[in-house]
């Protein structure tokens, strides 16, 4: 009996032990998950301003707290000044005063506050199932988050070369209505985290995903608003840019990058190779075609001398074609916005995209899927080759079944053949090439009359002769113009040329010979 009653009080003890350990493990915890919380509103403010620039304010509470403020020329613009009056107020508070009147919103971020557009209304919008199979158009829809699993408003989402974007909502929700069956490629980018890029295929359903993004590696100083000092050679840095980005062509002298200071560069004085990286979508207002282009910018290279053992990939572009040398490398996802103008802009729009779109890749890769690239205007070509020489002397006619092979009823193979490559360099890699030559109204003149092709006219945007490098032995483009493999593919001559400044968008297309094309 004796033994049992002690058993009971130690088993009385214990539990009483580890309540007092429960307790005191769940204030422990509430404390740790409250840290974030307390720290933010452990910043005070203090600060008292009558329609002060909101440049003068952010400043101030940078210098009162530990927080840091990123954003871009662009969205600082859009600020209104600001009237505030702050007695040792906590940061959010502050913060929320701050925005009050503001077209702008904001997220705290590691000490980080990231300043954004206004965010977007809860999306509520659904597309059923059955709707959606009835309009032969789909959707995308899904959730954005941190690697935390914290949900991120304000991350702009989008179908790489296409209208179709938008950005999450408060809840860090997204949807992309009126999609139709194919492969897309999927772009998810916020200001202080890495885009997330993948390739979505959309058949029979609608699709949802749920994105995270990984935290920029780049440092504070390259995305805030207080950046360190101005690099002295940035503006030759950034001249060399748009030349060799936006272009040289009458439609280049008509854009401009409204969020240059987004653009970070590095010289490398050995090598001899500028390169640029971009902190958040690049803004280019096209006042040419008429259009707002938000360009997330993955890669830039500028070469100085041509360097014959680099082996060039994703839309290299000859800056200097005849010499070889200038060589520039940008690759990127694009998406496009309209511009609103008054009809005399938009007649002159319209003849703009009309002659960037006519001859373009685009135009050429869409005829070639539709099998109408021969009537559209344009001829493939490869070099004239006659054993008893050691230079190739001109060019000869390909049939686009030979080089275009079906491979289902959306994809085809560019096919390069031992024959379709005559090689001059032995440092060269690549497996095939071949000349694209587009005339609307004589596709065809140069071979009727025999006449060779004279290269040294490559100059100018009226020369629409376009050459083809090919570094893999197969090639596959889909009916949403998706290359693949993207990196073993490059593009010489007038494609080169056009640059950013001609680009139009997937859902634009001219058939001015009444084929069927297709359309998006």
Same mark, same amino acid.
């Given at each position: 009996?004796?033994?049992?009653?002690?058993i009971?009080?130690?088993?009385r003890?214990l539990?009483k032990?580890l309540m007092k350990?429960?307790?005191?493990l769940?204030f422990?915890?509430?404390?740790?998950?409250?840290?974030t919380?307390?720290k933010?509103?452990?910043?005070?403010?203090?600060l008292?301003?009558v329609n002060?620039?909101?440049?003068?304010v *952010?400043?101030?509470?940078q210098?009162?707290?530990?927080?840091?403020?990123a954003?871009?020329t662009?969205?600082?613009?859009?600020?209104?000044?600001?009237s505030?009056?702050?007695?040792n107020?906590?940061?959010?508070?502050?913060?929320?005063?701050?925005?009050?009147?503001?077209?702008?919103?904001?997220t705290?971020? #590691?000490?980080?506050?990231?300043?954004?557009?206004k965010?977007?209304?809860?999306?509520?919008?659904?597309?059923?199932p059955v709707d959606? /199979?009835?309009?032969?158009?789909?959707?995308?829809?899904?959730? /954005?988050?941190?690697?935390?699993?914290?949900? !991120?408003?304000?991350?702009t989402?989008? !179908?790489?070369?296409?209208?179709?974007?938008?950005s999450?909502?408060?809840s860090g929700?997204?949807?992309?209505?009126?999609?139709?069956?194919?492969?897309?490629?999927?772009?998810? +980018?916020?200001?202080?985290?890495?885009?997330n890029?993948?390739i979505?295929?959309? *058949?029979?359903?609608? /699709?949802n995903?749920f994105? &995270?993004l990984?935290?920029?590696?780049?440092t504070?100083?390259e995305?805030?608003i207080?950046?360190?000092?101005?690099?002295?050679?940035?503006? &030759?840095?950034?001249k060399?840019f748009?030349? #060799?980005?936006?272009?040289?062509?009458a439609?280049a002298?008509l854009?401009?990058?409204?969020?240059?200071? /987004? !653009?970070n560069?590095?010289?490398?004085k050995? =090598?001899?190779?500028?390169?640029?990286?971009?902190?958040d979508?690049?803004?280019?207002?096209?006042?040419a075609l008429?259009?707002?282009?938000?360009y997330l910018?993955? +890669?830039?290279?500028?070469?100085?001398?041509y360097?014959?053992?680099?082996?060039?990939?994703?839309?290299?572009v000859?800056?200097?074609? &005849?010499? *070889?040398?200038?060589?520039c490398?940008?690759?990127?996802?694009?998406y496009?916005?309209?511009?609103k103008g =008054?009809?005399?802009?938009q007649?002159?729009?319209?003849?703009?995209?009309?002659?960037?779109?006519?001859?373009?890749?685009?135009?050429?890769?869409r005829?070639v899927?539709?099998?109408?690239?021969?009537?559209?205007?344009?001829?493939?070509?490869?070099?004239?080759?006659?054993?008893?020489?050691?230079?190739?002397?001109?060019?000869k006619h390909?049939?686009?079944?030979?080089v275009?092979?079906?491979v289902d009823?959306?994809?085809k193979a560019l096919?390069?053949?031992?024959?379709?490559?005559?090689?001059?360099n032995?440092?060269?890699?690549?497996?095939?090439e071949? *000349?694209?030559?587009?005339d609307?109204?004589?596709?065809h003149?140069?071979?009727q009359?025999?006449?060779?092709l004279?290269?040294?006219?490559?100059s100018?945007?009226?020369?629409?002769?376009?050459?083809?490098r090919?570094?893999?032995?197969?090639i596959?483009?889909?009916?949403?113009? !998706?290359i693949?493999?993207?990196?073993?593919?490059?593009?010489?001559?007038y494609?080169?040329?056009?640059?950013?400044?001609?680009?139009?968008?997937?859902?634009y297309?001219?058939?001015p010979l009444?084929t069927k094309?297709?359309?998006?």
């Amino acid at each position: 009996m004796f033994l049992y009653l002690t058993i009971i009080s130690i088993v009385r003890f214990l539990k009483k032990q580890l309540m007092k350990m429960k307790l005191t493990l769940i204030f422990f915890i509430t404390i740790c998950l409250g840290n974030t919380a307390v720290k933010v509103y452990a910043q005070q403010i203090s600060l008292r301003e009558v329609n002060a620039p909101f440049e003068t304010v *952010y400043k101030d509470i940078q210098k009162q707290t530990d927080y840091h403020f990123a954003g871009t020329t662009e969205l600082l613009n859009k600020a209104q000044a600001v009237s505030v009056n702050l007695v040792n107020a906590p940061l959010n508070e502050a913060l929320a005063q701050i925005f009050s009147d503001q077209p702008l919103s904001y997220t705290i971020y #590691n000490k980080m506050v990231i300043i954004k557009d206004k965010e977007m209304p809860e999306i509520k919008e659904k597309v059923s199932p059955v709707d959606a /199979v009835v309009q032969d158009n789909y959707s995308i829809s899904g959730t /954005v988050s941190d690697e935390k699993g914290m949900t !991120l408003p304000g991350a702009t989402v989008f !179908l790489t070369n296409t209208k179709n974007a938008t950005s999450t909502d408060n809840s860090g929700k997204f949807i992309l209505n009126g999609i139709s069956p194919g492969s897309y490629e999927f772009n998810v +980018k916020m200001l202080g985290f890495e885009p997330n890029i993948q390739i979505i295929k959309v *058949y029979d359903k609608p /699709v949802n995903l749920f994105v &995270r993004l990984k935290e920029s590696n780049i440092t504070l100083n390259e995305v805030s608003i207080n950046g360190g000092k101005p690099d002295p050679n940035r503006k &030759r840095y950034m001249k060399l840019f748009i030349e #060799n980005f936006i272009g040289k062509s009458a439609s280049a002298a008509l854009c401009k990058i409204l969020n240059p200071d /987004v !653009l970070n560069f590095h010289y490398d004085k050995k =090598t001899k190779i500028l390169t640029a990286t971009a902190a958040d979508l690049l803004v280019i207002e096209n006042d040419a075609l008429g259009y707002q282009l938000k360009y997330l910018l993955k +890669k830039f290279e500028f070469y100085d001398k041509y360097q014959p053992k680099i082996v060039y990939g994703t839309y290299r572009v000859y800056g200097n074609y &005849r010499a *070889y040398d200038n060589v520039c490398y940008y690759e990127g996802n694009p998406y496009f916005e309209e511009l609103k103008g =008054t009809e005399a802009q938009q007649q002159q729009w319209e003849k703009n995209r009309r002659t960037a779109y006519l001859g373009s890749y685009r135009h050429f890769f869409r005829s070639v899927m539709n099998n109408t690239a021969a009537q559209a205007g344009f001829a493939i070509c490869q070099y004239q080759y006659k054993p008893d020489r050691i230079y190739a002397t001109g060019l000869k006619h390909c049939d686009f079944d030979s080089v275009f092979v079906t491979v289902d009823k959306n994809v085809k193979a560019l096919v390069s053949k031992p024959d379709h490559h005559f090689v001059v360099n032995p440092q060269d890699t690549s497996k095939g090439e071949f *000349y694209i030559v587009y005339d609307e109204k004589q596709p065809h003149l140069f071979l009727q009359t025999g006449s060779p092709l004279n290269f040294s006219d490559i100059s100018s945007e009226n020369d629409q002769l376009s050459k083809i490098r090919t570094f893999a032995d197969t090639i596959k483009i889909d009916d949403e113009l !998706l290359i693949n493999p993207t990196k073993d593919i490059s593009f010489l001559g007038y494609w080169a040329w056009g640059r950013i400044a001609e680009l139009t968008p997937l859902e634009y297309f001219v058939d001015p010979l009444g084929t069927k094309e297709i359309t998006k």
